[in-house]
């Protein structure tokens, strides 16, 4: 009887104790969800011992990786934030232009050439528009990676010409000459649409930037991995202290702040040279002109 009294009461013992430690890791266990829920430094527990030490472990590492989410996710956020006030701040100009001259183009006294002098002016904002709202456009869907385009070995001469093509009716108007100094075709990795896009970025900024009668050189120049497209300028130049910044989203220097733009073109050609290895630098003595530079890849198969 006495040794089954004995044999009751230490199973007892065990349950109880048992009871005891489940309780015990359930109360540890619940103390370190919290942590993970209220983002609460997790702290040494008696599970860091035996065999839940991999347990905290790993929650340690999930209460971590949700901390890093919430902090992107913050992050963009703000980042989206920015983009529509940037957004909203680039088309208020020419919306409110647009509503002046219409008002006024439906004024009495818009009669005769006045009448055609603003709805030129009504074209042109409307133009501006357009090409704002089709960069913005292109500068988002860069970024999301929500453009794929093919990368293939091109003659880059085609490419030039295209972007030249593009602007020579703006270069032609202030008098600008843009000359293509003679070199041996050069078979790089690009898309010629998109890279023609970054040529014609930095075209319009040399031409828009040059005074009258100025000129726009372009130039090749073969290394063993890459080849250099230079468009040289003898416009104003840039700061030094801002040369780090033009490539910035929505950045205008100080010069640029009494030109027409909206700070996209330099940020959109670096997000488009990424695409296809390639980059984009810049050299400027303040007064006296540029220097950009567009590096691509030499093709695959080597170089002509």
């Known amino acids: 009887m006495a040794l089954n009294l004995l044999l009751a009461a230490l199973l007892c013992a065990v349950l109880c104790h048992g009871l005891y430690r489940e309780r015990k890791a359930y109360r540890s266990i619940d103390r370190l969800l919290d942590c993970v829920l209220d983002r609460e430094e997790i702290t040494d527990s008696e599970l860091k011992e035996g065999e839940y ?14 901390e890093r989410q919430a902090e992107n996710a913050e992050e963009e956020k703000e980042q989206v934030k920015r983009l529509i006030s940037h957004i909203s701040h680039q088309l208020k100009t020419p919306l409110a232009n647009l509503s002046i001259y219409t008002e006024l183009l439906t004024s009495q006294e818009a009669e005769g050439e006045k009448k055609q002098e603003l709805s030129r002016k009504i074209q042109k904002q409307i133009e501006k528009l357009d090409w704002m709202i089709g960069s913005l456009s292109k500068m988002v869907k860069l970024e999301q990676n929500a453009i794929v385009f093919e990368v293939k070995d091109l003659p880059v001469k085609e490419t030039i010409l295209d ?14 000459e843009i000359s293509l100094l003679p070199f041996s075709e050069r078979i790089l990795r690009h898309n010629r649409k998109w890279t023609a896009e970054v ?3 930095l075209l319009e900024n040399a031409v828009k930037y040059s005074a009258e009668g100025g000129a726009v050189q372009i130039s090749a120049h073969p290394y ?3 080849t250099e497209i230079r468009f040289v300028d003898h416009g104003p130049g840039i700061p030094k202290e801002e040369l780090t910044q033009i490539f910035q989203r929505f950045y205008r220097g100080r010069a640029a702040r009494q030109a027409e733009g909206c700070g996209i073109g330099l940020y959109l050609s670096n997000l488009i040279l990424e695409k296809e290895r390639g980059f984009l630098t810049v050299k400027s003595v303040y007064g006296a002109g540029s220097c950009f530079s567009v590096f691509l890849k030499n093709a695959r198969a080597g170089v002509p």
Request: proline letters at 0%.
């Open 163 to 176: 972007a030249v093509d593009a602007v020579y009716g703006k270069a032609e108007k202030k008098g600008i």
């Open 224 to 226: 063993e991995m890459y």
């Open 53 to 66: 030490s991999a347990f905290v472990s790993k929650m340690a590492r999930i209460k971590e990786v949700l």
């Open 199 to 201: 040529f014609v970025n």
